[in-house]
Structures are given as structure tokens and as C-alpha cells.
């Protein structure tokens, strides 16, 4: 009995946090789509997986981009996932922002709350809309990339998510062993996994680095042009070109493709050499 009452009383703490955690980011209540009032934010997203897209009535990539996510929403719903979307609105005024919600069938943060639009645009790195960004049900960032990971032909049978996540890759450029096997257990293809194009540009070349597309290209303030490519085994590069042997070590158990190459046509046993050289 006394065990079953410890255990009950770490859930309520579990849960506590993570309601706190979902209160913190999105306030109290949010809104119903079609006008129909407000629901607790609580009670509207607890144990699903949530979207936060950001979006404007004025931005004409938005306007195409909200149907093709609506469908693909209706169809996540109609197949049973636990999923829900928070519409934050970029849009100049409050009548946009309910004509364009309006047209939604999903949750929207409230238009007066224009300090916590901003914290959240901050937090989630936004400079740019669309933007969806998928947290878990704790709140965690499974992906900045969500429009890529609901565009998949596969976006039902991938849900949640994870493999978008770019967790696995921190973990391998920062040596954290105890992560790299608790993201390998979540699912075993993180081994030979690629990066997202915007994730290599941000985190291993460094601030100052804006990523264009057609070509894939990184370009600072000087003009320079790097170009971006997917690089197959990521993580195995990331840990062979920063040194982190033990991580290394882990993700060859695990099956990762040792001659697999980057943009520049180099494997990670050459980084691994070039590092031991330095």
C-alpha cells in the first residue's frame, strides 16, 4: 500500500509539471475554432502530441499552406491520433486574425495574448511563417520542422514524429552518451539518420548562417556560400568530427554505415582521422 501511494503521488507530480509546462507556454484557456468560446488549455491538449502553427492571414504562403494542413490534420483525427494544432497568429489585427481562424478546425492562443506570441517565437527560433513546430505531450520539442514531417507520404504510420527530431543530433555532436542510447531505443533508423537541412546550417556552421533553398545553400554576411547536402549517418559524422570516440563506438553497435559520406564526399572513419591527427 505504501508503494502504490508513492507511485500514485509521483504521477500527480508527473502530471502536475506537465501542466504547468502547457499553462506556461499557452496561458489558461485558448479558443475553440468557429467561434464557439474558450476551452482550458489543460483539458484541450493533455497526452496529445500538439502543433503550434504559426501563420498570418496577409502571408500568401500561409493561405496555401493552411488548407493542405487542415486535410492532413482532418485525416490524423479521423484515423484516431492524439493530435491537436494551436494556431499563433502573426496577423496585423484582431478581425484578421478571427476571419482567418475562421477558416481553421483547430485550437487558436488568444489575439490579446501578443507578449506570449512573442515568447514563443523567440523560444521556437520563428523568423519566418508558415512555421509548425510539433511538441510532445510533456511539452518538449519533438520538431521545428513540422510542415516536413506531415508533407511525408508516410505521416500517419510515422506519427509522432520522433525521427524529425533534431535531439539525436545534439546529443551526438555533445557526447552525451546516456542520450544518444535512450533516442537509439526510441527507435533504432536514428543510426542513419539525416539531418534537417536548417539544423546543420544553425548548429554546425555556426551563428550568421542563413539557409536558402534552390540549390540548398548556406550563406553568412561576407558573401560566403556553402553548399548543404544530406548527409546520410549524420550522427556518426557529427560524434567522429568532434571526437566523441564513446559515441562513436555506440552508434557502429548499432549498425551505423561507416563509409557513408557528406556533402563533401568524406566519411566519418575520415573525420575520425583527421580529428585524431589534430
Known amino acids: 500500500q505504501i508503494q502504490s501511494r508513492a507511485n500514485i503521488t509521483e504521477k500527480r507530480k508527473a502530471k502536475a509539471q506537465i501542466m504547468s509546462s502547457l499553462t506556461s507556454l499557452l496561458g489558461n484557456t485558448l479558443l475553440r475554432p468557429g467561434g464557439a468560446g474558450t476551452v482550458p488549455t489543460l483539458e484541450a491538449l493533455q497526452s496529445k502530441t500538439v502543433g503550434l502553427y504559426f501563420s498570418a492571414h496577409w502571408c500568401p504562403p500561409c493561405r496555401r499552406f493552411t488548407p493542405q494542413l ?4 482532418a485525416t490524423l483525427k479521423g484515423a484516431g491520433k492524439e493530435f491537436e494544432i494551436v494556431f499563433v497568429s502573426s496577423d496585423k489585427d484582431e478581425g484578421a486574425f478571427e476571419e482567418y481562424h475562421g477558416e481553421m478546425p483547430w485550437l ?22 508558415p512555421k509548425l513546430v510539433i511538441l510532445d505531450s510533456k511539452g518538449e520539442v519533438i520538431t521545428t520542422e513540422g510542415w516536413r514531417a506531415v508533407s511525408n507520404e508516410s505521416y500517419i504510420n510515422e506519427f509522432p514524429w520522433i525521427l524529425s527530431s533534431p535531439g539525436f543530433f545534439d546529443s551526438c555532436l555533445g557526447g552525451d552518451i546516456s542520450e544518444v542510447k535512450q533516442w537509439l531505443e526510441k527507435d533504432p533508423n536514428f543510426v542513419n539518420r539525416e539531418a534537417p537541412e536548417d539544423w546543420h ?21 561576407a558573401g560566403t556560400v556553402y553548399l548543404v547536402a544530406n548527409h546520410p549517418a549524420y550522427g556518426l559524422h557529427l560524434a567522429a568530427a568532434n571526437g566523441q570516440a564513446d559515441v562513436v563506438r555506440i552508434l557502429l553497435d548499432a549498425g551505423a554505415e561507416l563509409e557513408a559520406e557528406d556533402g563533401d564526399g568524406d566519411t566519418p572513419l575520415a573525420w575520425a582521422t583527421y580529428c585524431a591527427r589534430r
Open 108 to 129: 487558436a492562443l488568444p489575439f490579446r495574448s501578443r507578449d506570449r506570441k512573442e515568447e514563443l517565437s523567440v523560444r521556437y527560433g520563428v523568423s519566418g511563417i
Open 201 to 221: 546550417a544553425q548548429h554546425v556552421m555556426g551563428q550568421g548562417w542563413q539557409l536558402v533553398s534552390n540549390p540548398p545553400r548556406a550563406v553568412n554576411a
Open 70 to 73: 487542415a486535410k492532413k490534420y
